[in-house]
């Protein structure tokens, strides 16, 4: 009798740990995406363990990353890699946001996503681009908030079918398109969007210029486009060990031929012949830290790594899984150092205009 009750005991204290584990501890972000789902989205299962080595090569050999043309290939099998851990992990939106008193992560999120097209003053019916617009989470919020029409254009196949998914589970298909290709190449003709608007995409390009020029070609005269941009910031010591290790840290983890400074950007939007009408870091005080989000995952990552190790084990996930969630792990923590430091922002916003004609319209 007395080895039957501890059995039971120890089987409720079992099952009472697992809930706590899998359910109290915070299932994974979106319940569109479940761990048994994960893969290495384009990439066959059994090839994601070399396409992991293969990307985290570029890094040991610096020279390779700073070949420009290889560049858009290399941030392709990225995001086979990750795009089903972010969905998973952190929800449909691949960005941050400031923290909003009182509000959830996702309403932050829907606001710094809707501030975008605010920016862009767009009228329903308009036609505008979404540069780099991953699995469609800003997409589908600025959609149904300004009732344009917006295109959104990724470098992975993958993201284009995800993102196509979730527009018509939304209802948003009538309103949302996305085209698979080259933001620094984009399949559209000149002067044909009526806005653009990219978050946290154009750091991947090797050159901003060349991402900024073709936004350029493709906007109506007149129109408007906003940026969220990575940057490093004005409290960045090139000399300081630290702040170097940790930009590396960041530039390895999210697939970066290099962090740029804040001071490039505005000079690069001009270069190019945009007029800008405003530039500012969306992170600075009084917005709340961006980060805290990141920070107050790690539990909930622990616990991510343990189901990733036995659903891999088990050959449900792909072998590699294990490695990218590891590299994700390390990055989690290089950003929220290099948002606590302030050496760095993921959302250093710029707002400019293609004037009418190569006028001489003055930026304000
Ligand atoms: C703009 C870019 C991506 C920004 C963010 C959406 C992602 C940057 C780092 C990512 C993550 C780090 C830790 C992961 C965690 C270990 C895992 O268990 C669950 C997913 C993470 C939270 C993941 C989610 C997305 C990020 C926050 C770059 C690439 C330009
Ligand atoms: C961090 S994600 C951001 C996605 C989206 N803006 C969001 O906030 O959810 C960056 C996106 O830029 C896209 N991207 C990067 N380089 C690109 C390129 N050369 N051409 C087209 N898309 C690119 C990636 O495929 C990815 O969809």
Redesign the pocket.
């Known amino acids: 009798m007395e080895s039957l009750t501890l059995i039971c005991t120890a089987a409720l204290l079992c099952g009472g740990l697992l809930y706590w584990f899998v359910c109290i501890l915070g299932p994974a972000e979106q319940k569109g995406k479940r761990a048994v789902d994960l893969s290495g989205g384009s990439i066959s299962a059994e090839n994601v363990q070399a396409n992991y080595d293969k990307y985290s090569s570029f890094f040991r050999r610096p020279k390779e990353i700073e070949k420009s043309e290889k560049v858009?290939d290399f941030?392709?099998t990225f995001?086979n890699l990750v795009t089903d851990i972010y969905e998973w992990g952190w929800g449909q939106?691949?960005?941050f946001s400031p923290a909003v008193a009182g509000k959830s992560h996702l309403d932050a999120t829907r606001l710094h996503e809707q501030m975008a097209v605010d920016l862009i003053k767009v009228k329903p019916g308009d036609r505008i681009v979404?540069v780099?617009?991953?699995?469609g989470?800003?997409m589908r919020a600025i959609a149904s908030h300004s009732r344009a029409k917006v295109v959104g254009?990724?470098?992975?196949e993958y993201?284009v079918n995800r993102a196509r998914l979730h527009n018509k589970k939304a209802g948003l298909d009538d309103l949302c398109d996305v085209v698979c290709?080259?933001?620094?190449e984009m399949p559209f003709d000149n002067d044909s969007f009526d806005g653009a608007y990219?978050?946290?995409?154009t750091c991947?390009?090797p050159k901003l210029e060349e991402v900024y020029a073709e936004v350029y070609r493709v906007l109506k005269p007149g129109a408007l486009y906003v940026s969220y941009e990575w940057v490093t910031t004005e409290k960045f010591n090139g000399d300081d060990q630290e702040h170097v290790e940790v930009i590396q840290g960041i530039e390895r983890g999210d697939a970066l031929p290099g962090l740029r400074s804040y001071a490039d950007i505005a000079a690069t939007a001009e270069k190019v012949g945009f007029v800008v009408v405003e530039e500012k870091d969306l992170a600075k005080p009084p917005a709340l830290p961006w980060w805290t989000r990141l920070k107050m995952g790690r539990i909930a990552y622990w616990r991510n790594h343990i189901v990733i190790i036995v659903l891999s084990t088990l050959g449900i996930a792909p072998k590699g899984t294990v490695d990218v969630h590891e590299m994700l792990f390390k990055t989690a923590d290089f950003l929220t150092r290099g948002g606590e430091s302030g050496i760095f922002s993921p959302m250093h916003m710029i707002l400019c205009r293609k004037p009418h004609a190569a006028s001489h319209e003055t930026s304000s």
Request: proline share 7%; glycine share 14%.
């Open positions: 858009p941030v392709d995001y939106s691949f960005h979404d780099g617009c991953g699995v989470g800003p254009i990724t470098i992975n993201q290709g080259n933001f620094l990219s978050i946290e995409a991947h390009a």
